[in-house]
């Protein structure tokens, strides 16, 4: 079964970028479906961002035009490149991947967008 971990996460201003990494293990990477989800505290862990198998995308709204989510199969990587970054953007970023039953979460990466 496929096991993910983020990379990435850090403090930065608001108006600034990250740019988020999950590295899977395991084989078949290609045939999973990808997302990136977030939880504040005291909040719901919500969808961000998802890549499917052919490429298509697609983001939760408060985050449409200033994220994007991409894929490098050949690396077994997921990326969240994050642009205009908002106080309300922070959260503790989770990768999923997901394929038919499987299901793996990582721990998590924190994002903290403050002045």
């Known amino acids: 079964q496929v096991q993910v971990v983020e990379y990435g996460g850090g403090s930065v201003q608001p108006g600034g970028s990250l740019r988020l990494s999950c590295a899977a293990s395991?084989?078949?990477?290609?045939?999973?479906?990808m997302g990136w989800y977030r939880q504040a505290p005291g909040k719901q862990r919500d969808v961000v961002a998802a890549?499917?198998?052919?490429?298509?995308?697609n983001y939760a709204d408060s985050v449409k035009g200033r994220f994007t989510i991409s894929r490098d199969n050949a690396k077994n990587t997921v990326y969240l490149q994050m642009n205009s970054l908002k106080p309300e953007d922070t959260a503790l970023y989770y990768c999923?991947?997901?394929?038919?039953?499987?299901?793996?979460w990582g721990p998590g990466t924190q994002v903290t967008v403050s002045s």
């Open positions: 999923n991947a997901r394929l038919g039953a499987l299901n793996a």
């Open positions: 890549i499917n198998i052919d490429g298509s995308t």
């Open positions: 395991g084989s078949s990477f290609g045939f999973y479906v």
